[in-house]
């Protein structure tokens, strides 16, 4: 009987791994869940499986409209804005809620404005962005990629990616010899995960289940309980953008929803007096959720109605507290940003899905240590040319916004700055939001006491 772990890589695998390990192929997104890419000698840090994968238990394969993985979609965006040539392999571009397509949009785009050399398509299918790529070939991935590789390495490259396919001579990458750290930490000391062994997911979806180790499936891979599977290649795996899958000490399982709905409560607990923080100290990056409160939009093919909806912000005042000419009333100081959402297919903070970008401005009053924010959210899903022709549950092009009104303060307990409040959209929808600062990247404030130049 065959089963799909077992499957192995095709020649279009392999010559990616060797463009790859001549420094030809810096990223690679990967909407298939099977592995492949690894068995064909790419590391782990160069693939963003952003729809889960069959072999890290961190990252499961994610159904359609459901939450992806927050650190896996803000590295897609970083990428995405990076990306100079981007290279659509084998899909259909069919614009998934995940908005995954928005990397060959964003490279076309600034391509037609001289700023980037675009994307190109490769495939048998025809696709919704045919005619706004800079490059379409319509062939087998495999019979491209081997004249490619002919291009780059000759004839004898061309004959060793035909025929029997994979000789030992091809310039494949090898895994790492070294352990990462995580694996280390793991492993305790051994070479070896033994059965029987007690691990918890790290990240993603499962994060904090307990699990054990069974065995091996298919001859390398570990296999967990609870129908969990961890590739081979994970012990090797470099640092980079992911999670590590799994860890030795247990992990806390996150209590997003009721997390939000207990901080909001606090925004009407009465403030002492100078003990707000000042506006300079909002200047930074901040990440958390937002949740409904209410029956709206309570129901969502993938998730219950107590789901989060992971954001992404950066917020800092339009000038520092000692300056007083962009003050606009009394006792108010005027704050911008702007932020993203790693679930734009949520259907929680806005009633329309694929927005994923969005800026806001507001007020801070210091003295109380409130504040109120308007978010206008993008008028096309990044995975959209444009207006006409928008999806099922897309809207209409058109900014939308919704008002944010809270308190900011120090949470002792969790060493941060913390941001809660309550939000609310033209349809009189509504909810909480808590966001945390992440003291590690903050964006210009020093701490009290601190000097520039000690900075």
Not at 3 to 30: D, M, V, Y
Not at 192 to 202: K, N, T
Request: glycine letters at 10%.
């Amino acid at each position: 009987e065959f089963s799909g772990l077992a499957a192995e890589p095709t020649k279009c695998h392999r010559i990616f791994a060797a463009l790859h390990k001549s420094g030809l192929l810096n990223h690679w997104i990967q909407q298939n869940h099977d592995g492949l890419p690894q068995k064909a000698g790419c590391p782990q840090s160069l693939l963003n499986e952003i729809h889960g994968s069959w072999f890290d238990p961190a990252n499961t394969v994610v159904h359609f409209r459901a939450e992806l993985r927050p650190d896996l979609f803000a590295w897609l965006l970083d990428e995405e804005l990076r990306a100079d040539l981007v290279v659509a392999v084998g899909t259909s571009l069919c614009d998934t809620p995940s908005t995954a397509d928005r990397v060959v949009v964003s490279a076309s785009t600034r391509a037609q404005e001289g700023n980037a050399l675009g994307s190109a398509v490769i495939g048998l299918q025809r696709t919704r962005l045919d005619q706004r790529v800079q490059l379409r070939i319509f062939g087998l991935a495999d019979h491209f990629f081997a004249l490619v590789a002919a291009e780059l390495w000759g004839a004898v490259a061309a004959e060793l990616w035909s025929g029997r396919g994979l000789q030992e001579s091809t310039p494949l990458p090898q895994a790492a010899a070294a352990m990462c750290d995580e694996a280390k930490a793991l492993l305790g000391g051994s070479s070896e995960l033994s059965e029987g062994q007690l691990v918890y997911v790290a990240a993603g979806p499962l994060s904090g289940r307990a699990s054990r180790i069974t065995g091996k499936k298919h001859g390398e891979h570990f296999e967990l309980d609870r129908g969990l599977l961890l590739g081979s290649w994970w012990l090797s795996a470099s640092k980079h953008a992911a999670a590590f899958p799994l860890s030795c000490s247990p992990v806390k399982r996150p209590a997003r929803y009721m997390r939000v709905i207990e901080a909001a409560r606090m925004i009407e607990v009465p403030v002492r007096q100078g003990t707000a923080p000042p506006v300079d100290f909002l200047s930074g990056t901040w990440t958390g959720d937002a949740v409904l409160m209410g029956d709206a939009r309570a129901d969502h093919p993938t998730a219950s109605a107590d789901r989060a909806q992971h954001l992404r912000w950066v917020l800092g005042p339009c000038c520092t507290a000692q300056e007083t000419e962009c003050v606009k009333t009394e006792g108010a100081q005027e704050i911008i940003g702007a932020g993203f959402t790693s679930w734009p297919a949520a259907h929680v903070i806005l009633g329309t899905r694929g927005r994923v970008w969005h800026v806001m401005r507001g007020a801070y009053y210091p003295e109380a240590g409130t504040f109120e924010l308007t978010m206008a959210w993008e008028p096309l899903p990044g995975s959209r040319l444009e207006a006409d022709g928008l999806g099922p549950g897309q809207g209409e092009a058109a900014w939308e916004s919704v008002k944010v009104n809270g308190r900011v303060w120090w949470d002792d307990r969790g060493g941060a700055m913390v941001l809660a409040g309550m939000w609310s959209d033209k349809e009189g929808v509504s909810g909480a939001l808590l966001m945390a600062q992440d003291p590690a990247e903050p964006f210009g404030w020093a701490v009290p006491g601190e000097s520039q130049e000690a900075k």
